[in-house]
Nanobody, 127 residues
Framework: QLQLVESGGGLVQPGGSLRLSCAASRFTLDYYSIGWFRQAPGKEREGISC????????HYADSVKGRFTISRDLAKGTVYLQMNSLKPEDTAIYYCAADHLGVTAQAMCAAASHDYWGQGTQVTVSS
């Protein structure tokens, strides 16, 4: 089974930056599409950034477009989410998820059900 572990969350001030990491138990990330999702208090889970298994396609939610960047390091088996210009509305638990090869980045971010989930990491943006 593929296991995913998120890290890098914490408390930052508005306008600050964080880089989240999603470490996989396997080094074959090119076989999976990977996505970052978040759930804020009182809100639905939202797909915010996804990348295809080939790495050739990415997708971003309008709420984070231009501020967040998803990337992969296949040698380390890790997917990153660079978050800049953070806002209080970005406060949420952030999860990474994976689907088997063949799922597009856009489709992954739009779907609620995925093959594998991490445990989540808390991001709090507050003055």
């Amino acid at each position: 089974q593929l296991q995913l572990v998120e890290s890098g969350g914490g408390l930052v001030q508005p306008g600050g930056s964080l880089r989240l990491s999603c470490a996989a138990s396997r080094f074959t990330l090119d076989y999976y599409s990977i996505g970052w999702f978040r759930q804020a208090p009182g809100k639905e889970r939202e797909g915010i950034s996804c990348i295809s298994g080939s790495g050739g396609s990415t997708h971003y939610a309008d709420s984070v477009k231009g501020r967040f960047t998803i990337s992969r390091d296949l040698a380390k088996g890790t997917v990153y989410l660079q978050m800049n210009s953070l806002k209080p509305e970005d406060t949420a638990i952030y999860y990474c998820a994976a689907d088997h090869l063949g799922v597009t980045a856009q489709a992954m971010c739009a779907a609620a059900s995925h093959d594998y989930w991490g445990q989540g990491t808390q991001v709090t943006v507050s003055s």
